[in-house]
């Protein structure tokens, strides 16, 4: 079952968490497996304190016994373990289904070490089918929509949805992101674009299960 997967993911990255981190928290359903498996952790006497990249994560959080801070008073984090959309072997990723993506790329940056977690679906050869998402400032959405489209986008607005910074978020699809690097510089030069779920520096190392075996990738050149 995906959610076994999701879970025996999370459990594995959680294994890395060490007594006295600062840890990250994500968003989405496998990134919930990994605030319930380190809640239990804590319950057992591990010492740890958290940031979170949401508001249902902060909440999460809370409820299994976790002491989570303010992100605004912090100016790095010790490891940080969130989800993803799609995971390639470059362990470059898209993320933000969840809508989460600006919090989770600043709490990314702020990190010592990423994990990204996942069930085998999430992993590909190549980054780039799933939807792209960008958040984006009420004020310039007609604007932004706009140059999108320009841009080959096929930008789609989601309907009645706001994120926790009270934001609008524009999924896209560009037919071919042979280059991530490129798209990215693109996006992050449109004035009113706050983040997007292009994550190409940020992850270090990503469990993936399928089936019930946990495998792990390591960005080459990054330290366990
Ligand atoms: O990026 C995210 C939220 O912004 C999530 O991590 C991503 O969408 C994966 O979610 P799930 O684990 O529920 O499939």
Request: aromatic share 0%; glycine share 24%; no cysteine.
């Given at each position: 079952m995906i959610d076994d997967d999701k879970k025996a993911a999370a459990v594995a990255a959680v294994a890395e968490v060490a007594d006295g981190m600062l840890v990250g928290l994500g968003t989405g359903s496998t990134a919930a497996f990994a605030i319930r498996a380190l809640g239990e952790r804590v319950a057992a006497g591990l010492t740890v304190r958290a940031v979170v990249t949401s508001d249902a994560s902060g909440t999460l959080a809370r409820d299994v016994g976790i002491d989570v801070l303010d992100f605004a008073d912090i100016a790095a984090v010790d490891l940080t373990i969130d989800g993803a959309d799609e995971i390639d072997a470059r362990c470059f990723a898209i993320k933000g289904a969840g809508g989460a993506m600006l919090r989770e790329k600043i709490v990314a940056a702020s990190s010592a070490r990423m994990i990204v977690i996942a069930d085998g679906s999430k992993q590909v050869d190549r980054i780039g089918a799933a939807k792209l998402p960008v958040e984006v400032l009420p004020f310039a959405i007609t604007y932004v929509m706009r140059v999108l489209t320009e841009l080959g986008a096929a930008p789609v607005m989601r309907d009645n949805y706001r994120t926790d910074q009270g934001n609008l978020v524009v999924d896209c699809h560009f037919?071919?992101?042979?280059d991530p690097r490129a798209t990215a510089a693109l996006l992050a030069a449109i004035?009113?674009?706050?983040?997007?779920?292009?994550f190409l520096d940020e992850v270090d190392a990503a469990y993936i299960a399928t089936n019930g075996v946990v495998t792990r990738l390591e960005r080459a050149g990054a330290s366990a």
């Open positions: 037919a071919t992101l042979e004035p009113g674009i706050l983040g997007h779920g292009l």
